[in-house]
């Protein structure tokens, strides 16, 4: 697993060229209250992130008025509203029903100790769309962030579930982008790998990125478009393939009752 690329506080993305810089602000002052998890002074906001004094004021202004923000005037503090945390609850209840999924990955975490990633593919990256710290060890990852396709075990995972051609013109299509050979993919090898996960039914991935940290990742079969989702637990990699064989049954227990629950019998 990667070590996320940090932004302007600890912990948050950086926004990059590609986005519009409006846009990209207001991602940025949410993923800041996510941060800091308390109400912030419009002063507070402005210097965390580096933005002008007016334009942070005219801003939260913005989302005050929108109703993704609240103000409080006694003490002069901004935080989200319940507007924000009910944007995503449609991607649970209508993958998996009402808290089933989000519960059993609280449980795995109970069980495992281990980070727990849901995620889904985003052209050639892995985005992940919710995030579970484990209790032994956390790591630095928030919903949002994204890993590459082709180097990683929830990439490898969510491939397993395209038919082979489909994974051919991915490959194609990345190493066409791709000016080193060294980083281009080798679909032959790439495909063995597949074929194993799509075998075993979950594929694993230590030390790819980030020294010392691995992930096992499985498929589940609800899909998001035209993707299926994928569960990842993360960890210390000495201390996830030591309790690999016990992790893969627990986590495909609780998969298999979501699967089942959602598709049905057949």
Known sequence: MPTPHMGRTQGMPVMDNSVVKSVGRVFEVLELFDHECRALTATQVGRKLKYPASSTLALLKSMVNLGYIGFDRAERVYAPTV????LGRWVETSLFGEGRLFGMMEDLRAKTGQSLMLSIQNDLNMQFIHVVLGESFSLNVKAGQTVPLF??????????DRPDKEIAKFVERYNRRIKGP???VELNQLMSAIRRARTQGYATGYDLYYPGVGAIAFLLKPKVGRYSAVLSISGVTAKL????AQIVR???AGIRS????TLGPG
């Open 83 to 86: 507007r924000v945390s009910n």
């Open 151 to 160: 180097r990683s075990a929830i990439g490898l995972m969510a491939l397993s």
């Open 182 to 184: 060294e980083q281009k």
């Open 241 to 244: 393939k030591e309790a690999e």
């Open 250 to 252: 627990t986590a495909k």
């Open 258 to 261: 979501i699967n089942a629950d």
